[in-house]
């Protein structure tokens, strides 16, 4: 199984700061990664696919990057609808295999 | 616009089967990969099961492989999943979610349904 390594678990932001979030998983995965944004008690959101590409609809202060094994959720100017958890999950196993990171939550500073 | 809506849970005891139900409106169906995802109480989220377009391969986390089964009816829409052998650690919601694009991500989710398996 690929595991996905997220961090940090947590993190306090204010308003207007800028966010990012990592992941990394255990084997390569070429781009195949993508981020969803869960609200309590709502669905996942898918926001960015194949590491960088913009789901549409999703606000432009929202990308992801790749460096090598890490991919990067950025968050360039933090909103108040914008406080939920983060999953990366990774889509690159065939057959179908996929995982998840365990998940970041970010809160009100 | 698409929707996906989920039934089926409910409160079960362990040992006892469940079948839940997503059913499927504004896309065309039978074109579309389609998943089970959970999250327990409190949890992350965990890909549970999918199954190809037609039906005809289907793929299980190894967490359930061997005690549920995905399947489809392209002819009605809607998604199955079969739970059986049901454990206290299959407590969880229950999204379907579909899979789109060449990286496989999943753009609609429906509002999940609760499985609770209790004593």
């Known amino acids: 199984d690929i595991q996905m390594t997220q961090s940090p678990s947590s993190l306090s932001a204010s308003v207007g700061d800028r966010v990012t979030i990592t992941c990394r998983a255990s084997?390569?995965?070429?781009?195949?990664l993508n981020w969803y944004q869960q609200k309590p008690g709502k669905a996942p959101k898918l926001l960015i696919f194949?590491?960088?590409s913009l789901q549409s609809g999703v606000p432009s202060r929202f990308s992801g990057s790749r460096s090598g094994p890490d991919f990067t959720l950025t968050i360039s100017s933090l909103q108040p609808e914008d406080f939920a958890t983060y999953y990366c999950?990774?889509?690159?196993?065939?057959?179908?295999?996929?995982?998840f990171g365990q998940g970041t939550k970010v809160e009100i500073k | 616009q698409v929707q996906l809506v989920e039934s089926g849970g409910g409160v079960v005891q362990p040992g006892k089967s469940l079948r839940l139900s997503c059913a499927a409106s504004?896309?065309?169906?039978?074109?579309?990969?389609m998943q089970w995802v959970r999250q327990a109480p409190g949890k992350g989220l965990e890909w549970v099961a999918a199954?190809?377009?037609?039906?005809?391969?289907?793929y299980y986390a190894d967490s359930v492989k061997g005690r549920f089964t995905i399947s489809r009816d392209n002819a009605k829409n809607t998604l199955y999943l079969q739970t059986n052998s049901l454990r206290d650690d299959d407590t969880a919601v229950y999204y379907c979610?579909?899979?789109?694009?060449?990286?496989?991500?999943?753009?609609?989710w429906g509002q999940g349904t609760l499985v609770t398996v209790s004593s």
């Open positions: 979610a579909r899979e789109a694009g060449a990286s496989n991500y999943f753009d609609y």
């Open positions: 504004g896309f065309s169906f039978s074109s579309y990969f």
């Open positions: 199954v190809s377009y037609d039906g005809d391969k289907k």
């Open positions: 084997q390569s995965i070429s781009s195949y």
């Open positions: 194949a590491s960088s």
């Open positions: 999950q990774q889509s690159y196993t065939d057959p179908p295999e996929w995982t």
